[in-house]
Nanobody, 121 residues
């Protein structure tokens, strides 16, 4: 089993910044992609940003130029630096990790519990 523990959410005014962290622990041989999704009330969960084990990055168009995803492979941790926050960024943010438990096992996707980000206008 793998646990993903998120931290860093909170309440911030528009234009402010927050940094989210997500640490993976447990039965981990390797982690492929890691990423962040968000879900606002009444909306579907959407991809915010993802980063591969080799550092290839994808961003949602709505956050390009404002958010930065990074990872520390030695710590099995992914980060999301969020700048110039807008009220429409308000959502529960979830991290995920695609984990292999052994050298020849399939890859499984695990999710964090979610952290609330609220941006006031």
């Amino acid at each position: 089993q793998v646990q993903l523990v998120e931290s860093g959410g909170g309440l911030v005014q528009a234009g402010g910044s927050l940094r989210l962290s997500c640490a993976a622990s447990g039965s981990i041989f390797s982690i492929n992609a890691m990423g962040w999704y968000r879900q606002a009330p009444g909306k579907q969960r959407e991809l915010v940003a993802a980063i591969s084990s080799g550092g290839r990055i994808n961003y949602a168009d709505s956050v390009k130029g404002r958010f930065t995803i990074s990872r520390d492979n030695a710590k099995n941790t992914v980060y999301l630096q969020m700048n110039s926050l807008k009220p429409e960024d308000t959502a529960v943010y979830y991290c995920n990790a695609d984990v292999a438990h052994t050298i020849d096992s399939p890859v499984y996707r695990y999710w964090g519990q979610g952290t609330q980000v609220t941006v006031s206008s």
